[in-house]
């Protein structure tokens, strides 16, 4: 993927996630959160293709996740770990960031730009769960009475 580096915003404005808050955000709001945050990131280096991707990845990985849990028999589901969805989304977020964005926002921090405030992922890090609880309960109750337990 071709990153873009201009952008429209004053580098002396830019803000952006880093590691903890990517990771911390994407554990605790799930591919959600991690979507939104690599998206404002890809946005603030003024790639705007790469933003809607990610923004829209993060939000198909929900709606493809619930409906593989929806529809997978319980049965297989009570046999695999609990943590791992969650780790496998973790770990392609991060490396999405590690790969494409880290060495970009690095020299910006460096040069004027400033790290978004923690807590502010933390906001929109529950937010996404909230978001992410309705899109499972909205999917799966329906293949819950489609294809039964």
């Excluded at 799930?30 to 829209?56: D, I, M, T, V």
């Excluded at 770990?91 to 494409?100: G, K, P």
């Amino acid at each position: 993927m071709e990153i873009i580096t201009n952008s429209s915003v004053p580098a002396t404005q830019q803000k952006f996630y880093t590691d903890g808050s990517i990771l911390g955000g994407t554990f605790l709001g799930g591919p959600l959160a991690g979507g939104y945050f690599l998206s404002k990131n890809f946005k603030g280096l003024g790639n705007e293709s790469a933003a809607k991707k990610a923004f829209w990845g993060g939000i198909a990985t929900i709606v493809i996740s619930a409906v593989l849990l929806g529809i997978t028999p319980a049965s297989v589901i009570d046999k695999l770990p609990n943590s791992a969805l969650p780790i496998i989304y973790i770990i392609c977020i991060y490396f999405i960031y590690q790969r494409l964005q880290k060495q970009l926002i690095t020299e910006r921090l460096a040069s004027s730009a400033e790290k978004q405030s923690v807590w502010k992922a933390l906001g929109i890090s529950l937010l996404c769960t909230v978001i992410t609880i309705v899109i499972f309960v909205a999917i799966m109750f329906p293949l819950e009475i489609v294809f039964g337990s």
